[in-house]
């Protein structure tokens, strides 16, 4: 490489902004039977249209949902599995597989059959349009019906349940034919019938926690008339347990963060689980999404596993010899395996390969890949391959970062760069390292990337995770300015030109760093600005989330107050850069609006880009392009480089107020809080220790919460 005169920012790129939004066509879980695979596959170029794909025996692929059906479950908001291939029987009695899935516009669950031109309802048709929600299903042991989490929005409050769906189309005219198995939690997860069909195991947990603080595995008897003789397996107040697959009639495995970390666990009907291979490694992924699993048993009694950190690998566990035996791939990344006993499929990818649906043969260690979502990638030469770094934090606390430095085949620079640091969303979630055409679009402009797992990120067992308790907003915050102080302590970054990004809970942590005196500007996706406003508009999922990582309302009021952004405007000096689509019911419009107003007022330069008909996340190309153009016209306006994208106008005063007829919600200022407007802890529904329960989760989802 030779040292070009081009300064950071404008290297000379392949990598555009449209190339970026329609780039990747994004595979999700993938489910094989025999030599039939199947899975989602998210489609950005579609308007963000999910449709479903399924690979036949000789290799063909087929799209076997025409636009505008789109597949998706709106389950917890994020959703996760929203499809089950189902055996059906024809007139002839030979064995065909169609499809069960949930319809992003409707919620209702939907039979393909094979050949059929068009889907047909199983669940009726709400008075209230998608107010019946489904999501993980999975067929019962008789093949007639499939068992699922069922959402009910009914009355402003939100119910769940555990339901069986009958096959044969009558739930979708008659509501009574769909059985009500398990109620009386506020979650579910993870239902999983026994081979022979008598028992069912299931993952349930409570307000305020969330699915990684503590969930119970409960195993019951089924009846006709639904699950008799409950009783919890394993987990707790304090224990994450999940994904419980049967082995046989009378044995589970499990996953559990019992030790630290989710380790594999063995457990019959009664009795003591069985750690199999204790380790300082996550064996499952964070359950962020319903159905995503990350273990599986096979016919010979096998268990096919991921594990490592926030990049998980394969191995192939095997319990007569307690062995661990590792599957050596060129795929860094591994999520969402799926196995019928004999074959194995997941969803794989590394720094420089986009995510692809996989079949990996446990016996030989074979790996062919089944589906692309990229079928032309930039040359390698342009994409940056991460370096893991361990950097000390306040306090001499570890953080851990992907540092992305910036990555040209013709041209290199021993000069200090300017870079960006990546605060993920979540904020318990992880960065990830696969091909992100994000990343590559700045790198390959000589802008350099980190991406920060502050303090609370899944990855590195639960003490890392508990490090945000009661600290969102000051340990993230602290994490992301020390591990940009080591780069430039280091001679790789520029002292001058160091900025902050993060979407959703991301955005409050960039957003709160730009109070010090590290980053010379940040941008904020659909970001947090305050607290208070999100406790009182957020959906029911994470509607106690801000209890752990905050505090109980309302006698952590003046905590709310103090980590909101829009209370911190007087300590902002630097440009702000906000993106907010006007649908998101997650962190709603006013946010955004918000602080463009308030940094208006104090004259601070911003930039509000607003999204019709986007959520949390942008998923139209029109909108990810124009995001993307304006972040890199953004760093260029503030470190001072002439980029390849149209200019961006910074403001210095406040947006016009909205008009009565098309109003967004106007923000309330949080210092006006009246206790009346504060979630009360008694007004939720909570279950009691002595009811057998222990009292309790960016891009498109795809998208970081």
């Known amino acids: 490489m030779s040292e070009l005169s081009s300064p950071h920012g404008r290297w000379p790129s392949p990598i555009s902004a449209a190339d970026v939004a329609r780039g990747t066509r994004l595979p999700s879980f993938p489910s094989v039977r025999g030599d039939e695979v199947w899975w989602q596959e998210y489609r950005p170029e579609e308007n963000g249209r999910t449709t479903l794909m399924r690979r036949a025996p000789d290799g063909t692929v087929h799209d076997l949902l025409p636009a505008p059906w789109s597949v998706g479950t709106r389950v917890h908001e994020y959703g996760g599995r929203s499809y089950l291939p189902v055996p059906r029987r024809d007139d002839k009695a030979i064995p065909r597989v169609g499809v069960v899935f949930a319809d992003q516009a409707t919620q209702r669950l939907y039979l393909l059959e094979r050949s059929a031109k068009d889907p047909v309802p199983l669940t009726p048709e709400p008075a209230t349009p998608a107010a019946l929600r489904y999501a993980d299903p999975v067929l019962a042991a008789d093949g007639k019906q499939v068992l699922c989490v069922r959402e009910e929005h009914t009355g402003g409050d939100v119910r769940r349940s555990i339901v069986s769906v009958p096959l044969s189309g009558r739930g979708a005219q008659d509501a009574s034919a769909i059985r009500e198995l398990v109620r009386g939690a506020r979650f579910y997860a993870s239902p999983s ?100 699993r990350s273990f599986c048993v096979l016919e010979s009694g096998k268990v096919v596993t991921l594990h490592g950190d926030t990049a998980l690998r394969p191995s192939v566990y095997d319990p007569h010899t307690l062995d ?175 900025a902050i990004r993060g979407p959703s809970a991301g955005g409050l942590t960039a957003l709160l760093a730009l109070t010090g005196n590290t980053f010379a500007c940040g941008v904020s996706y659909f970001g947090v600005a305050d607290l208070l406003g999100l406790a009182r508009t957020t959906h029911d999922f994470e509607s106690r989330f801000l209890d752990t990582l905050v505090g109980t309302l309302p006698g952590f009021v003046e905590t709310y107050k103090e980590r909101s952004p829009i209370n911190r405007i007087d300590e902002i000096d630097v440009p702000v850069l906000l993106l907010q689509g006007l649908d998101d019911p997650i962190v709603t419009p006013d946010q955004a609006f918000g602080m463009a107003t308030a940094l208006g007022t104090r004259g601070v330069p911003h930039a509000l880009l607003e999204f019709e008909g986007q959520a949390h996340g942008f998923d139209s190309q029109e909108a990810r392009v124009r995001s993307l153009e304006a972040e890199l016209a953004f760093y260029g306006k503030v470190f001072g480089f002439e980029p390849d994208v149209p200019p961006l106008e910074l403001s210095t005063t406040p947006p016009e107020p909205r008009p009565a007829k098309t109003a967004v919600e106007e923000p309330v200022d949080p210092h006006e809080v009246s206790e009346d407007d504060i979630p009360e802890a008694e007004q939720l529904p909570e279950v009691t220790p002595a009811a057998g329960l222990t009292a309790g989760t960016g891009e498109p989802v795809t998208k970081d919460d």
């Not at 409960?218 to 009783?231: A, P």
């Not at 919890?232 to 994904?243: F, I």
């Not at 499990?254 to 204790?278: E, R, V």
């Not at 030469?381 to 540092?403: C, F, Q, S």
Request: aromatic share 10%; with cysteine.
């Open 193 to 292: 019938p026994s081979p022979d069909g008598r028992h069912l195991a299931y993952v349930r947990w409570n307000h305020p926690r969330m699915p990684w603080d503590g969930t119970e595995l409960r195993v019951g008897e089924l009846t006709e008339s639904g699950l008799v003789g409950e009783y919890t397996l394993k987990g707790g107040v304090d224990e994450s347990v999940l994904s419980p697959t049967w082995a046989d009639e009378h044995t589970l495995y499990l996953a559990s963060d019992w030790p630290g970390f989710w380790n594999l666990y063995q457990a019959g009907l009664t009795g003591q689980a069985i750690a199999l291979y204790p380790a300082e490694e996550e064996f499952h992924e964070p359950p962020g999404r319903l159905g995503n």
């Open 324 to 498: 661990l035996e590792e599957v050596r791939t060129s795929f860094t990344s591994w999520s969402q395996i799926d196995s019928d006993g004999l074959n194995v499929v997941a969803v794989a990818a590394s720094p420089d390969i986009a995510p692809c649906v996989v079949r990996l043969d446990p016996v030989r260690g074979d790996v062919e890949v089944l589906r692309r979502s990229m079928e032309q990638p930039p040359e390698a030469a342009y994409l940056p391959i991460p370096r893991r770094e361990t950097l000390p934090g306040r306090y001499g606390a570890t953080v851990h970062a992907n540092v992305y430095p910036p990555t040209h085949p013709e041209i290199s620079s021993k000069a200090p760069a300017p870079y960006v640091v990546w605060a993920h969303g979540g904020p318990v979630s992880h960065s990830r390292r696969e091909l992100d055409l994000v990343k590559a679009y700045f790198t390959s402009r000589g802008i350099g990337v980190v991406d920060v797992d502050y303090g609370g990120s899944t990855g590195y067992g639960r003490p890392y995770r508990k490090r945000l308790h009661r600290e969102w907003g000051v340990v993230d915050v602290e994490d992301c300015t020390a591990v940009a102080r080591a780069l430039v302590e280091r001679g790789v970054a520029d002292p001058e030109r160091l």
